[in-house]
């Protein structure tokens, strides 16, 4: 049984920065696709960065490019993302998914399995 579990958000000021962190369990991920994704009131649910497991490859939503970056812990089976500089519209709940799919797509119907999400708030 596949389970994602998140951590580390929080509240934060304008500028600050964090780093959410991804447990993978109850699978080998390296043919996998992790992504993170992000949700605020009222709005859909947007991708924010993804990353193939093996060999590292990425991809970022324009609007965290420069600011953010995923990586992964193959030894911890742990996914990141270090966002930096952040910005009030950045308040959301961030989830971690991931996808069997070889594609290094944005599309979140792609991807098989989410976790519970953590809530990151930036005050202005």
């Known amino acids: 049984q596949v389970q994602l579990v998140e951590s580390g958000g929080g509240l934060v000021q304008a500028g600050d920065s964090l780093r959410l962190s991804c447990k993978a369990s109850?699978?080998?991920?390296?043919?996998?696709?992790m992504g993170w994704f992000r949700q605020a009131p009222g709005k859909e649910r947007e991708v924010v960065a993804v990353?193939?497991?093996?060999?590292?490859?990425?991809r970022y939503a324009d609007s965290v490019k420069g600011r953010f970056a995923i990586s992964r812990d193959n030894v911890k089976n742990t996914v990141y993302l270090q966002m930096n500089s952040l910005k009030p519209e950045d308040t959301a709940v961030y989830y971690c998914?991931?996808?069997?799919?070889?594609?290094?797509?944005?599309?979140?119907?792609?991807?098989?399995?989410w976790g519970q999400g953590t809530q990151v708030t930036v005050s202005s």
């Open positions: 998914a991931a996808s069997y799919s070889s594609a290094l797509t944005l599309e979140a119907a792609a991807y098989n399995y």
């Open positions: 109850g699978r080998t991920f390296s043919n996998y696709v």
């Open positions: 990353i193939r497991w093996g060999g590292g490859s990425t």
